[in-house]
C-alpha cells in the first residue's frame, strides 16, 4: 500500500487543566452552542470522521452533520450527507445498536486486528464493513487504505488514546484545540492525549495558525506539518 495518507485534523476540548471528562456515568459538556456549530462546519468539509471504539463505547455519538444546510450544499457536491464513519479497535468490542451504526446513512469503517475480524464481521454483517488491519491495527496503514479509498481530509475526535497515538507517530498535521473556562481537577478523570504521558520532543514546536474567542471558550489552532489547508 501507498504512502499517501489523508490530511488529518484533530479536534479535542478540554477544561483549563487539560481534562476531557470527568469520571463520572455522564459525558461532560465542556463547549458551548457556537463552539458546536462550528464542529459541525468542520465536519461538513471532511470526508471521512475517526473514532476509537472506547468512544463508541463510552459517549455513543452520532457523528453526523447536523445542519439541514450543510448537509444539503454535501449533496449538491455530490457527497454523502455525512462524511464516513471510522473506529479502530484492537478487542473487536463493539455494540451493533450503538448510534455509531444505526444514526445517518454514512458508509462505516471497522479496522480490527486480525484476531478479532471473524467475529467482528459477523456481529456487524450488514451495518458496517470490517477491515483486518494486522495483529496491530497501525494507523500508517489505516490512514493509507484510508486515501486508498478516496479520503482525503480526516477528522479525528478521540478519545484520549486515540488522540495520543496520532500524535505520537507523527500523523496529525493540523490541531483544533477548545479551552472550556473551568476546571475538573480529578486524577481519575481522562485527560488530553493521556495527560503527559505523550513522548514529545521539546523541539517538535507547533506552529499557532490561530487563537479565537467563541462565547466562553477559546479555539486554538495549531499546525504540526507544512501540509497547510484552507482554514475554515
Known sequence: MG??????????AMSVDGYIDDASA????????????????????????????????????????????RRGDRVARSQPPSPVKVTLTRSGVLD????????????KLVYTASSAFAALSASLDGLATVIDAGPDVALDWVLA????RGVHRLMVEGGAA???????AG?????????APFLVGDPAAPRFAGGGALPWPSDRRMT??????IDD????????????????
Open 3 to 12: 504512502s499517501q495518507r489523508p490530511y488529518t485534523l484533530l479536534s479535542c
Open 26 to 69: 455522564e459525558r461532560l459538556v465542556l463547549s458551548n452552542d457556537a463552539d458546536l456549530d462550528r464542529v459541525d462546519l468542520i465536519r461538513a468539509t471532511c470526508d471521512a470522521i475517526l473514532v476509537g471504539a472506547s468512544t463508541v463505547r463510552r459517549d455513543n455519538p452520532r457523528l453526523v452533520v447536523r445542519s439541514r444546510i
Open 96 to 107: 451493533p445498536a450503538a448510534h455509531f451504526f444505526t444514526a445517518g446513512d454514512a458508509a
Open 145 to 148: 487504505d484510508l486515501s486508498a
Open 162 to 168: 486515540v488522540h495520543a497515538e496520532f500524535l505520537t
Open 171 to 179: 500523523l496529525v498535521d493540523e490541531l483544533q484545540l477548545v479551552v
Open 208 to 213: 499557532v495558525a490561530e487563537v479565537r474567542k
Open 217 to 232: 471558550v477559546v479555539l486554538l489552532r495549531y499546525l504540526l506539518t507544512d501540509r497547510f489547508e484552507v482554514p475554515v
